[in-house]
């Protein structure tokens, strides 16, 4: 069953890809929990039931978790450990990056906390009010923050400063504007910037676009808009370094490229539910969700769940496996962190 976000309910969008999840799952929970597989996580971080982390990101040993109400955890040991750092906003915190010496967070009313190595976050001006949802940065200063409402930002020295980098909505989706409404500008949920400046974002409609230095968008996948009924939205994605990569989100969806991003087509996830992160490596791949986790060694072909724990009970909306270590780190609901081998 495709769960759509009613055009009504836009202007309210939730803090986050995982909130606006949240909200459309409660009217259509899956009530089959998955089989039990042997692996066990381990518990890291745990905070109180009403914390929430929505991303984390590590460079080598150094990763930063964000979530709500300014939340920032940051750790030196590949997430064996975490520590607080204070936040100079109280407004909850989306989406992380964190590359060399420079750290980006972004989050609500448009806020971007920028950091230089160990010293304290700062917040930068940018030309929004928006949710950002999602940022990315690459080692030569580019980044790019995506969120509601088609909000593409753009910077050139490692969030520093920041320029409306927005695609042509009208021009997308014009054909379909009977159905979607005037002025139809897609939430983008994911973004990721590779070392070469090349751009991918995804969002509603099962949309990826692709950009160099964020300038210039073009559709590599798009969905349809069939009867009033729009197409899954997608909630993240990762394209590793030999061409292949996953976007995930709504109703199960996942997408798969071979060709480092040119080119998706949809693959068997094994799910009906909501997708919310995704981390592969290799062959491996894991994916989280509301109240399920999947596991692929052979790229997708074939999923085993992953369970144990809250697993089956809660969300995890970030997935990432830092440089030398066998686990993934995942985090979610309540402010936790768990290890998965």
């Given at each position: 069953?495709?769960?759509?976000?009613?055009?009504?309910?836009?202007?309210?969008?939730?803090?986050?890809?995982?909130?606006?999840?949240?909200?459309?799952?409660?009217?259509?929970?899956?009530?089959?929990?998955?089989?039990?597989?042997?692996?066990?996580?381990?518990?890291?971080?745990?905070?109180?039931?009403?914390?929430?982390?929505?991303?984390?990101?590590?460079?080598?040993?150094?990763?930063?978790?964000?979530?709500?109400?300014?939340?920032?955890?940051?750790?030196?040991?590949?997430?064996?450990?975490?520590?607080?750092?204070?936040?100079?906003?109280?407004?909850?915190?989306?989406?992380?990056?964190?590359?060399?010496?420079?750290?980006?967070?972004?989050?609500?009313?448009?806020?971007?906390?920028?950091?230089?190595?160990?010293?304290?976050?700062?917040?930068?001006?940018?030309?929004?009010?928006?949710?950002?949802?999602?940022?990315?940065?690459?080692?030569?200063?580019?980044?790019?923050?995506?969120?509601?409402?088609?909000?593409?930002?753009?910077?050139?020295?490692h969030g520093a400063s920041w320029q409306e980098?927005?695609?042509?909505?009208?021009?997308?989706?014009?054909?379909?504007?009977?159905?979607?409404?005037?002025?139809?500008?897609?939430?983008?949920?994911?973004?990721?910037?590779?070392?070469?400046?090349?751009?991918?974002?995804?969002?509603?409609?099962?949309?990826?676009?692709?950009?160099?230095?964020?300038?210039?968008?073009?559709?590599?996948?798009?969905?349809?808009?069939?009867?009033?009924?729009?197409?899954?939205?997608?909630?993240?994605?990762?394209?590793?370094?030999?061409?292949?990569?996953?976007?995930?989100?709504?109703?199960?969806?996942?997408?798969?490229?071979?060709?480092?991003?040119?080119?998706?087509?949809?693959?068997?996830?094994?799910?009906?539910?909501?997708?919310?992160?995704?981390?592969?490596?290799?062959?491996?791949?894991?994916?989280?969700?509301?109240?399920?986790?999947?596991?692929?060694?052979?790229?997708?072909?074939?999923?085993?769940?992953?369970?144990?724990?809250?697993?089956?009970?809660?969300?995890?909306?970030?997935?990432?496996?830092?440089?030398?270590?066998?686990?993934?780190?995942?985090?979610?609901?309540?402010?936790?962190?768990?290890?998965?081998?």
């Open positions: 069953m495709m769960i759509r976000i009613p055009r009504l309910m836009r202007s309210v969008l939730p803090l986050s890809a995982v909130a606006a999840a949240v909200l459309v799952a409660n009217a259509y929970a899956n009530a089959n929990a998955p089989a039990s597989t042997a692996t066990q996580p381990t518990t890291l971080l745990r905070g109180i039931p009403h914390q929430a982390l929505f991303d984390v990101d590590f460079d080598g040993r150094n990763g930063i978790a964000v979530g709500a109400g300014g939340q920032i955890v940051v750790s030196g040991d590949a997430g064996k450990t975490w520590a607080p750092q204070p936040s100079p906003s109280p407004l909850s915190l989306l989406g992380v990056a964190t590359r060399g010496a420079h750290s980006i967070a972004v989050g609500q009313m448009g806020l971007v906390l920028t950091r230089t190595d160990n010293g304290p976050w700062t917040v930068v001006k940018t030309p929004t009010t928006e949710r950002l949802l999602s940022v990315d940065l690459n080692p030569s200063g580019l980044a790019v923050a995506v969120g509601s409402f088609g909000t593409v930002l753009r910077s050139t020295d980098a927005t695609p042509d909505w009208h021009g997308l989706f014009a054909s379909e504007s009977a159905t979607l409404g005037d002025g139809f500008r897609p939430h983008v949920f994911a973004v990721q910037v590779d070392d070469d400046g090349l751009v991918t974002i995804a969002g509603e409609v099962s949309m990826v676009l692709r950009a160099r230095d964020a300038l210039g968008w073009r559709v590599v996948h798009q969905g349809a808009v069939n009867e009033g009924r729009l197409d899954p939205s997608l909630f993240a994605m990762q394209i590793r370094r030999d061409g292949v990569g996953f976007a995930v989100g709504q109703s199960g969806l996942m997408l798969k490229t071979t060709d480092g991003g040119e080119q998706w087509a949809p693959i068997a996830s094994g799910s009906t539910g909501l997708l919310l992160s995704v981390e592969t490596r290799d062959r491996n791949v894991l994916v989280t969700g509301m109240r399920e986790m999947r596991r692929s060694h052979d790229d997708g072909q074939t999923w085993t769940p992953v369970t144990g724990g809250d697993i089956a009970t809660a969300w995890y909306s970030a997935a990432v496996q830092p440089e030398g270590s066998p686990q993934v780190l995942v985090a979610g609901q309540a402010g936790t962190i768990l290890s998965i081998p």
